[in-house]
Every structure is written in structure tokens, then in C-alpha cells.
């Protein structure tokens, strides 16, 4: 049993009772039963399906973003903002899926080869709570269109997210079983990752959790792919125009109290903008103001959990013992469940956990360097390598800088963000395997040789 407060008043709003072996057989078994019809069906009234939710995503965009609000503590309108874009994976992949997962013919000595992809049959998405419904639906759009059906074990928080999304394809009209919701534990999810219905595994979350999933599906010899943590570099090149880095670095830090994984965390400055980028991001962060995520006028939300608020605490107290310097906010407040200002710490660097960890809230880290080959060598001195940004006039430059990063996706002159139509992905310890495009929709079938002589 969890009980879920909000994350801005601390008042528990919801108590979630865990399923019991019972109920979990019973969802496993539908799955399986559900699994060679909706495969059978044909993308065509696979996309028809997707539609329809998509439909009904936009509809309830303002009742669903409330959900969220009251449950991970985000503000109305980047709610709203998510249910549109969830929405709009469902779309694109009704439009596409057909033509990403298209036969490839192969000139071989048969009459004829090529590979064909086929749907690998039950699949757990194990979903973090920062986006609890574009997470889910970037994954869920397209391994349904590819013909699989899916279960879903979302962050302990999040639980009438969860329970919305089903009821949202319930109401589509999708065939019971296509799509369920698991109310599990960790030791739950084990036992499931390894039951035999369950063919491959994706999970968005932290290192750990990418670890002990990744180990247990290994153990039973099933796929998974993982999307875990990131501490992105923002580089600002001498060059750049820095009123437009600026707005990009502080939406990108700020926005969603600064919990997401493809976030700027470092931002990493040349010595001819350092100063007026620095100063342009503090003037930026004393805009947010914190606030009830329902009020219109807040500009930062409260982080998801008190806990979390004082991991964040914890890290910046230690950068700033370590001589971090606070240029505003940089402590808790006090008067809230789960609230944080936005907060720049200039003058980091190694040894501080501002440097080397990830920084799940609204704290920025300014890192000054002496020259690019310097930003390129502090960019890459992390475990993390999920994305990047650089920003400098001289587009060709940039694109260079970009290029030598060691990260899962580079943008110049752009904050990093996901597109259902661009692979999204990491390396190093950010995890592997690609959700969106079509890389994403390919992790999620057999590709399967057919030779005919």
C-alpha cells in the first residue's frame, strides 16, 4: 500500500493498494490471450486505435494534466503541454509504423530474401513519474502499432496516471488485454521480468533500477532497453548569441522543476560570454517563481517528492563546501512539502557532486573553461552520455564541438529534446537501446531472415 501526497501541500490525496499474485496472473494470462489478435489485425485498425486515443489525449489534456499536478506536482500548462505531445506520438506512429516496419529485400543468391519484422508478444514497460504519460506513450505508441501488447509498472507515485492511461485505451475501444497496469513493487516487477509471457523489457529511470532490471532480464535471456540518467553538457562558445542560449539553458534546467533526464545540468562557458551567460541565467532563475502548480502565474513547480528535495539539498551543500559558489537560491523551501528555487552555482568543478553527478532539480552548474578542446574534454569527463548542446554563430564550429561529444544526441543551437520522428538514446552508463524514430519501433520486433531458393 502507497500513499501518495501532493507534492506541493504534503497532504496524502491517494492511498494505492499493490496487486496481489492473483490479480497479476490474471493480467499476464489476459495479455497472452490478447497477444495474436491484435497482431493479426493489420496496422491499418492498429492505427485507427491510436487515433482514437490520440483523440481522446487531447480532449482530457486539461483533466489529465490536473492528475499529474496533484500527483509528481507539475505545472498545469506543462502538463497540458505533455498530453499534446503524447498525443502526437500516438499519430505519428499511426502515420508511420507500417512503412518503418516495411519488409527489406536483400540481393542474395535465393530467388528471394529480406527480412520481415515481426511483434514479440507481451512486453513490461517499467515507466518513471517526471512525464508519467509521454514516458509511457513513447514506448506504448510504438509497440502497439508494431503488433505487441503491453504491461505497464509506473513509478510508485503516479498511480492515477497509470490508471488513466488504461482507462484512456479502454475507452479507444482496444481489446482487453492489449494494454493493463501492474500495481507492483520492485519484487514484483522481478518476478514478472521473468515469468515466460513476458518477452522484452524497456525502463526510463535511475542507474540503479537500470542495473537490477537489466541483470534480471539478462538472467532469463530477454532483451531490454534502458533510458537512465544524464548530466547533459551546454556548451556556450565564444560565439554565441547569448540572449538566445540564455532562454533555451534556463527552460531547459527550470522547466519541469529541473527533473528530467535530457535537461541541461552543466553548463559549460568560454571566457568571452562566461560572465554575461552567468549573469543572464541568474536574472532568468529569479523569474521562476515558485508557487501552487494550479496558479497560472507559478513559473517552477515543486520537485516531485520531499525526499528528492533533500538529495538535491544534500548535493549542493557538499558543492559549495567543496567551493561552489551559490549565486542565488540554493536551499530549501522551508515552507512547502517538496519546493526548491531555481538555483546557479558558479565555480564548479572535480570533486563536486555539481561536477560529476546528476542533478536531478532545478540547480544549474556553471563550469568555466579556458578554451573549446577544454569544454569538448569536460563535456565527455562524465559517466553520463545521454545528451548534449552546443551554441556558438559559426554553425560549422558547433556542429564539430557536437559531433566530438560522447552522448546519445547533440543539438547546435537547440536544447536537447525528443521527437517521435529522431532516435532517443544514451550511452555509457545512460543506458542503450533507442526509443522513437524508427531505431525505437525496431527495438521492439523480431527481425526475422526469410530466404526462399
Known sequence: MDAIPNPFSGQVEHVQDLHDAAAIEQRLAAAQRAFAAWAAAGFAARAASLRRVAGLLREQAPALAALMRQEMGKLQREGEAEINKAAGVCEYYAEHAQALLADVPIATEARRSHVRHEPLGCLLAVMPWN???????????????????????????????????????????????VFDVLHIDNEQAATVVADPR????????SERAGSAV????????????????????FIVL?????????????????????????????FIVLPDVADAFVQGLVQAAAQRVYGDPADPQTRLAPMARADLRQELDKQVRQSVAAGAQVLIGGAPLDATHAGYPATVLDQVGPGMPAYSEELFGPVAAIIRVADVQAAIDVANDTDFGLGGSVWGADVAAA????????????????PVRSDARLPFGGCKRSGYGRELGQAGILELVNAKTVYVA
Not at 513476458?198 to 529511470?205: D, K, P, W
Not at 565564444?238 to 552543466?266: L, M, W, Y
Open 131 to 177: 512525464f508519467p504519460f509521454w514516458q509511457v506513450f513513447r514506448f506504448l505508441a510504438p509497440a502497439l502499432m508494431a503488433g505487441n501488447v503491453a504491461l505497464l509498472k509506473h513509478a510508485s507515485n503516479v498511480p492515477r496516471c497509470a490508471d488513466a492511461i488504461a482507462g484512456l485505451l479502454a475507452e479507444a475501444g482496444l481489446p482487453a488485454g
Open 198 to 205: 513476458i518477452a522484452s523489457v524497456s525502463l526510463t529511470g
Open 214 to 233: 537489466a541483470a534480471n532480464a539478462g538472467k532469463h535471456l530477454k532483451k531490454c532497453v534502458l533510458e537512465l540518467g544524464g548530466s547533459d553538457a
Open 238 to 266: 565564444a560565439d554565441a548569441d547569448v540572449e538566445a542560449a540564455v532562454k533555451a539553458a534556463a527552460a531547459s534546467r527550470f522547466d519541469n522543476a529541473g527533473q528530467t533526464c535530457i535537461a541541461a545540468k552543466r
Open 399 to 414: 556542429e564539430a564541438v557536437a559531433n566530438a561529444l560522447q552522448c546519445g544526441a547533440a543539438f547546435v543551437n537547440a
